[in-house]
């Protein structure tokens, strides 16, 4: 870090310290009724998708593919016979720093010499005590825990799971909340995939007039931003997306429906090839497939032509400018987002001084396409993406651990961080128009999100929302906060994919991804986001 960046980050840290030091103090001079936290329960069962036949041209069926939940039942494959693709154990010498129980060796390894080791320390960590997701909310310790680079990678970690009976689970970033990554009880291997990120070269087809490309599924958004922006000619993802979910843009729909192809390696260590034009029921069940069906190595999916930038708009009215009433709100609302390429809402919990709900405001953050030139340098994002970087890093560090554990100044600290934000208006590149919140890992938070079908008017939206935030006062009222980091809304269209939370029928219907977040730490937060999450599914449907 150089000088100037440094003398940055010791004057913010002396400005939150004495923050500290302030909110300690004003914190105490609030005054609330003393009361009893409140909450219900909830659990999801898994979905299981339809029966499916498989392709000819495959080695093996769909329903073969589920085999890899129970690796032990099909008969054995024979590992090559030199070896090339079976690891072995750290030699003696290496194990005196590593935890005792993954420095064993495991007993269904059979092991070959040290010729292997290379292969060894690319697919294993034996350093490694265990595994946690980016919140920290999801933890397992694993058998061993391997690093692919390519696809014979993956083969030989399947095959050799089957050899040994053990489960697989894969993991990115780790930026889920979900358990999905989480090696059950009595042991299994996790494959962290962000070794396995590589873009290949976009491909036009002439008479669907698309552009699509095929990348492993280990990439960043952000390599991959990067690289559709240097092609000839620049390329971008459509909408604030990510794999397996939602976007924020009603032009188009969640990114699994952008995808043609999608290739996954089964239970037999076989690649199998689904796209969209061979057969649509079984490529929707395996575009969004939980790792019911094998480990997914490649997406391919459509990009387009960024031959425009993004016009971005950031304001901050009353609340009850759109969340007055249902009847007065909705149409209100639904005519703000059917204006607009991508649109997201925001609410700071205790956003104004005084408790006092009439009083607070939301932020939303609109984008259109345009033809208008950039308002912003490069050099400028650059900056912006420090001083962001910073910003966040230190309100982890101090405001927001703070306020997860001296709850009673919740009030304070919103309301004094919501005056820091201001109205903006920007003309940038695609991507960094939409991923624009740089710097967000470092706060550590907990999340609740669902999706529900809006209604005609949107009358249902204003209803979700407000229920929030007025079980967010109720609770206050009785001295507790357990909903402290922000409630956020996005719209995008239905998909026709199997197992998102957006399927439906109708291709224009418009769904509403809405979520809760608290910081980590936060007391009561699963309690209180289990009481939102029972009464979204009750009234909306919601999933």
């Keep these: 870090m150089d000088n100037f960046s440094l003398r940055i980050k010791e004057k913010t840290r002396t400005s939150f310290q004495r923050l500290?030091?302030?909110?300690?103090?004003?914190?105490?001079?609030?005054?609330?009724?003393?009361?009893?936290?409140?909450?219900?329960?909830?659990?999801?069962?898994?979905?299981?998708?339809?029966?499916?036949?498989?392709?000819?041209?495959?080695?093996s069926s769909?329903?073969?593919?589920?085999?890899?939940?129970?690796?032990?039942?099909?008969?054995?494959?024979?590992?090559p016979s030199n070896g090339s693709l079976q690891p072995i154990a750290p030699s003696s010498s290496s194990l005196s720093s590593v935890t005792?129980?993954?420095?064993?060796?495991?007993?269904?390894?059979?092991?070959?010499?040290?010729?292997?080791?290379?292969?060894y320390n690319q697919l294993f960590a034996p350093s490694k005590a265990a595994w946690s997701n980016w919140a920290g909310n999801q933890t397992c310790d694993p058998v061993q825990i391997f690093y692919p680079q390519t696809l014979a990678d993956i083969q030989a970690l399947v095959l050799q799971a089957k050899q040994a009976g053990k489960k697989v689970r894969c993991a990115g970033a780790g930026h889920t909340w979900s358990s999905s990554s989480v090696v059950p009880p009595g042991g299994g291997y996790l494959a962290i995939m962000n070794k396995m990120e590589k873009c290949h070269e976009p491909v036009f087809d002439a008479s669907a007039k698309v552009w699509t490309v095929e990348?492993?599924?280990?990439?960043?958004?952000?390599?991959?931003?990067?690289?559709?922006?240097?092609?000839?000619?620049?390329?971008?993802?459509?909408s604030n997306v990510v794999l397996d979910s939602h976007g924020a843009a009603t032009h188009t729909r969640t990114l699994p429906d952008l995808v043609t192809q999608v290739t996954i390696v089964d239970a037999n260590g076989h690649l199998n090839t689904f796209t969209r034009a061979t057969n649509p029921d079984e490529f929707s069940a395996a575009t969004i497939n939980l790792g019911l069906l094998g480990v997914i190595y490649t997406y391919?999916?459509?990009?387009?032509?960024?031959?425009?930038n993004m016009h971005s708009t950031d304001s901050y009215p009353p609340l009850s400018d759109y969340f007055a009433s249902p009847t007065l709100g909705g149409p209100k609302l639904k005519a703000m987002v059917e204006a607009n390429d991508s649109t997201e809402l925001f609410y700071w919990p205790f956003n104004t001084p005084g408790l006092d709900q009439a009083?607070?405001?939301?932020?939303?953050?609109?984008?259109?396409?345009?033809?208008?030139?950039?308002?912003?340098?490069?050099?400028?994002?650059?900056?912006?993406?420090?001083?962001?970087?910073?910003?966040?890093?230190f309100g982890d560090k101090f405001l927001y651990e703070y306020m997860a554990t001296h709850p009673t100044c919740t009030p304070f600290v919103n309301s004094l961080l919501f005056k820091s934000f201001g109205a903006a208006e920007r003309v940038q590149i695609v991507p960094h128009a939409i991923h624009y919140q740089a710097g967000i890992d470092n706060i550590k938070c907990l999340d609740m999100e669902m999706a529900f079908k809006c209604d005609q008017d949107y009358a249902n939206v204003v209803k979700a929302w407000n229920y929030v935030i007025d079980q967010m006062y109720e609770y206050s009222h009785r001295n507790l906060f357990p909903f402290n980091l922000a409630l956020e809304m996005r719209f995008v269209k239905s998909s026709n994919m199997l197992l998102s939370n957006a399927y439906d029928d109708d291709p224009e219907?418009?769904?509403?991804?809405?979520?809760?977040?608290?910081?980590?730490g936060t007391a009561g937060f699963e309690e209180f986001a289990a009481k939102i999450a029972q009464y979204w599914i009750q009234e909306f449907h919601a999933q």
């Excluded at 769909?62 to 590992?79: D, K, T, W």
């Excluded at 492993?216 to 991959?224: A, D, F, P, R």
Aim: charged share 20%; proline share 9%.
């Design 215 to 238: 990348v492993e599924t280990g990439v960043l958004v952000k390599t991959l931003d990067d690289f559709l922006t240097q092609h000839k000619p620049p390329l971008a993802l459509p």
């Design 20 to 59: 500290k030091k302030d909110i300690s103090e004003k914190s105490a001079k609030l005054s609330h009724k003393p009361g009893a936290n409140e909450g219900v329960s909830s659990s999801t069962a898994p979905t299981v998708p339809p029966k499916l036949k498989g392709h000819p041209q495959q080695r």
């Design 62 to 79: 769909i329903e073969q593919h589920v085999a890899q939940l129970n690796l032990s039942e099909a008969p054995l494959p024979q590992l």
């Design 100 to 119: 005792p129980h993954l420095a064993q060796k495991d007993p269904s390894i059979s092991h070959q010499s040290d010729s292997s080791q290379v292969l």
């Design 509 to 520: 219907a418009v769904y509403c991804m809405m979520e809760l977040l608290s910081v980590k």
């Design 359 to 393: 009083n607070d405001k939301l932020w939303i953050k609109q984008w259109q396409r345009t033809h208008l030139p950039l308002t912003v340098s490069p050099a400028q994002e650059a900056l912006d993406t420090v001083f962001q970087g910073l910003a966040t890093e």
């Design 300 to 308: 391919t999916m459509q990009v387009e032509v960024a031959d425009f």
